[in-house]
């Protein structure tokens, strides 16, 4: 089966050189799209535990240990020596004082305005905190489901107050399907239908086409042949389990999805059970897919279970930009003419 490269009119050192990102593209992409260092740009620890330093690099002074889900201060961008090489970004948290980026998400703190009335059909909404806790019942009292992370996202089927008076969102659960959540509403922002609609709609959609550079860890969008969008990656890698490799080959996002509920394996060992990961546009029959990631900050090198994780920003962007369309009332779509999408190694 043919495979298309990059096109000739741009170099394979110009791609190089574009991969590997200048300063200004190193913050941009691991901020997902904050330029403007503003004072409420927040870190959220994603791995057990991270270490900061004196200076950004693994080899300087190492001063203090963060646990997962604290909440950090980011005052600066910058990038570190040679090591990790895949990702040289860090954020500088306090006075001498880094933490390396890849296992820290960039969040903010938004609260926002409650939407009393659902449509019977349901809406859109992702977390806009740096995480919220989903209950079993609306009520702060109420026993503890989940964690839900900013930037992902859920499907809302009712507004309702708990006995205080508060506003809390349902959710029901997309992969247990007799589950169902509560939120409380003021920390998940409902997504407007404009910010929902196809990106380049004029072009047909054969002359769409996405690659996947395994070798590089980049996924490119191309219009008629010519790139227009490129962002970094993290691809399938081998676990203690097996190996859970990224397929290489032609295909086409057949099925779409703006949040799924992703869960496998023994989460003692190498599984995982990740709820609202957003902005799914599947490409194999087994679940393989394009979507963003709220837990690692760590694109440039293989560590997934086979999917291509992006930043949120850059999976709704391919959200968005590909085919099948999904309306904003419905949930998913589906069908086989699907973007073409090539995955090289």
């Known amino acids: 089966m043919p495979v298309h490269h990059f096109p000739n009119s741009v170099s394979r050192r110009e791609f190089l050189k574009l991969a590997q990102l200048s300063v200004a593209s190193l913050c941009l992409t691991s901020l997902n799209g904050f330029v403007d260092l503003n004072p409420d740009l927040l870190g959220r620890v994603t791995a057990g535990k991270v270490y900061s330093y004196q200076e ?3 080899n300087s002074l190492n001063l203090k240990t963060y ?8 005052y600066e961008v910058t990038v570190g020596d040679g090591e990790p090489k895949h990702n040289r970004v860090w954020y500088r948290i306090g006075q001498g004082e880094f933490v390396h980026s890849g296992s820290i998400q960039p969040v903010k703190t938004r609260v926002n305005p409650v939407v009393e009335e659902i449509p019977e059909t349901g809406v859109l909404a992702e977390v806009s905190v740096p995480f919220t806790e989903a209950r079993w019942s609306p009520g702060k009292d109420q026993s503890f489901a989940y964690r839900f992370y900013y930037e992902s996202t859920f499907w809302v089927t009712a507004a309702l107050q708990d006995e205080s ?3 809390w969102y349902r959710v029901p659960d997309d992969k247990w399907i007799n589950l ?16 929902l609609t196809p990106l380049s709609p004029e072009i047909p959609y054969p002359s769409k086409r996405i690659e996947v550079r395994l070798a590089d860890q980049v996924v490119i969008a191309y219009e008629m042949d010519h790139p227009i969008y490129m962002a970094r990656a993290a691809t399938g890698t081998q676990y203690s389990r097996g190996k859970f490799l990224t397929p290489t080959g032609r295909f086409r996002t057949f099925y779409k999805t703006p949040y799924r509920h992703m869960a496998a394996g023994d989460l003692a060992a190498d599984g995982y059970d990740l709820p609202g990961v957003p902005w799914v546009c599947s490409f194999t029959e087994k679940g393989v897919a394009l ?4 837990w690692h900050n760590d694109y440039g090198r293989p560590r997934s279970h086979g999917c291509v994780n992006l930043t949120p920003g850059a999976a709704k962007w391919f959200y968005r930009w590909t085919v099948p369309i999904t309306p904003p009332d419905q949930q998913s779509a589906y069908n086989y003419f699907g973007t073409i999408l090539d995955v090289i190694g």
């Open 165 to 167: 008076g508060e506003w």
């Open 67 to 74: 646990y997962k889900d604290t909440v950090l201060p980011i």
């Open 291 to 294: 979507h963003g990631t709220y």
């Open 180 to 195: 169902t959540y509560y939120v409380l509403a003021k920390h998940l922002r409902v997504i407007p239908a404009e910010e």
């Open 56 to 58: 950004p690099s693994l």
